[in-house]
């Protein structure tokens, strides 16, 4: 098996990263909470969490284009959603400054670092899903059609 280092194998690299990072908090988050909701939300999670690891193994990486569409839904459907979007919707005490973020988040854990970190996760997914676009909706040639007239 050759391994090929452009786009997509850059990008399916920072997806692995991404969810084998949030995997471990998911998994305490649902081990630990005493809310059949919050449980129910933490398997749900970790059912995506394979989904997008399967989704990129198998199919992001041979170019399937459907793949794309995939990682897309679980970005902006699943992640931004339920990770981001509640920092916008709900704001944590008081307007933060991006400075006074980082400096909450270096200092010590807690809302700060957890904000810093989902946003963090939140910029790979971005990278990971626009890094390959050309090679899934750019015009690529057939194999086997080079120099073929007709």
Not at 19 to 46: D, H, K, W
Not at 84 to 90: E, G, N, S
Request: proline share 5%.
């Amino acid at each position: 098996m050759r391994i090929r280092h452009d786009t997509v194998f850059v990008s399916s690299l920072l997806f692995t990263v991404v969810f084998f990072s949030m995997a471990p908090t998911i998994v305490e988050m649902t081990l630990l909470t005493r809310y059949r909701q919050e449980q129910n939300l933490g398997f749900a999670s970790l059912a995506i969490i394979l989904i997008g690891l399967v989704v990129t193994w198998l199919g992001f990486v041979n170019r399937a284009r459907w793949t794309w569409f995939a990682m897309f839904v679980i970005v902006w459907v699943w992640f931004f959603p339920c990770v981001i979007l509640p920092y916008f919707i709900y704001p944590r005490a008081g307007p933060w400054t991006w400075a006074e973020l980082a400096s909450e988040a270096w200092k010590s854990p807690g809302v700060g670092r957890s904000a810093v970190e989902e946003f963090l996760i939140f910029s790979l997914m971005l990278i990971a899903l626009v890094l390959p676009i050309k090679s899934f909706f750019g015009g690529r040639k057939k194999p086997g059609s080079v120099g073929r007239t007709g």
